[in-house]
């Protein structure tokens, strides 16, 4: 069965300083690893994806994710952090073993303070 | 730009009624899902569809059915609504497979149901 874990309920970070956000996730299959945003009383917003290739993938609004295999890893990182960043964030996979469904982290709150 | 369009915003109901959420996409998007979002509890399939008239069971489908009539529209019915239902639920749609780039989930915006 597929699962992802997001450690931290929250992450507090001073604007201007890198932020990080972290995942892990298990699966059967290959791993289809995707990062969302949701801002107050929204839907989720697309961030970025890794499906194949470069570990590095880089994405909206300045943000980039490290795919890491043997760490089974996918952190969401940016390197300079903005107040307009501060949402909750969620990571997601797709196993190619498992069929149509995403599976989704519990979501990590982030606060960037100015 | 992908559209996913949810009927309401918010929503008040009172138990036992029977609640109509409704979600259409204009991306001709095989795939279609209903989550349920809880604090603490990230987000829960309820149900999903990969064609017309198909459906599967997700995670809590218990409570709730779903239609799929049209390959754009996708509808959620809460057959007698309770107070633990109260919740965010979200809509959202993709491609049917992994091959390709277009591989990602797109959302609603949401619809904020209470019931009282």
């Known amino acids: 069965a597929q699962s992802v874990a997001q450690p931290e309920d929250q992450v507090n970070v001073a604007e201007g300083n890198p932020l990080t956000v972290k995942c892990t996730y298990s699966?059967?299959?290959?791993?289809?690893l995707f990062w969302y945003v949701q801002y107050p009383n929204r839907g989720l917003q697309f961030l970025l994806k890794?499906?194949?290739?470069?570990?590095l993938v880089k994405g909206s609004y300045g943000f980039e994710a490290e795919f890491n295999k043997s760490q089974t890893s996918f952190h969401l990182k940016k390197p300079s952090a903005l107040v307009s960043d501060s949402a909750l964030y969620f990571c997601?996979?797709?196993?190619?073993?498992?069929?149509?469904?995403?599976?989704f982290g519990p979501g990590t709150r982030l606060s960037v303070l100015p | 730009d992908v559209k996913v369009t949810q009927s309401s915003r918010y929503l008040v109901k009172r138990t036992g009624e029977k609640v109509f959420l409704e979600c259409v996409q204009d991306?001709?998007?095989?795939?279609m899902f209903w989550y349920r979002q809880d604090p603490g509890l990230g987000l829960r399939l309820i149900y999903f569809?990969?064609?017309?008239?198909?459906?599967e069971k997700g995670d809590i489908p218990e409570g709730y059915s779903v239609s799929r009539e049209k390959k754009e529209r996708f509808s959620l019915i809460l057959e007698s609504a309770s107070t633990n239902q109260t919740s965010m639920y979200l809509c959202?749609?993709?491609?049917?497979?992994?091959?390709?780039?277009?591989?990602?989930?797109?959302f609603g915006q949401g619809t904020r149901l209470t019931v009282v």
């Open positions: 991306m001709d998007h095989e795939n």
């Open positions: 569809s990969y064609d017309v008239k198909m459906k």
């Open positions: 890794y499906i194949t290739g470069d570990n």
């Open positions: 959202a749609s993709s491609f049917l497979g992994l091959t390709g780039a277009n591989t990602e989930a797109f």
């Open positions: 699966v059967s299959g290959n791993p289809y």
């Open positions: 997601a996979v797709r196993d190619d073993n498992y069929g149509q469904n995403f599976v």
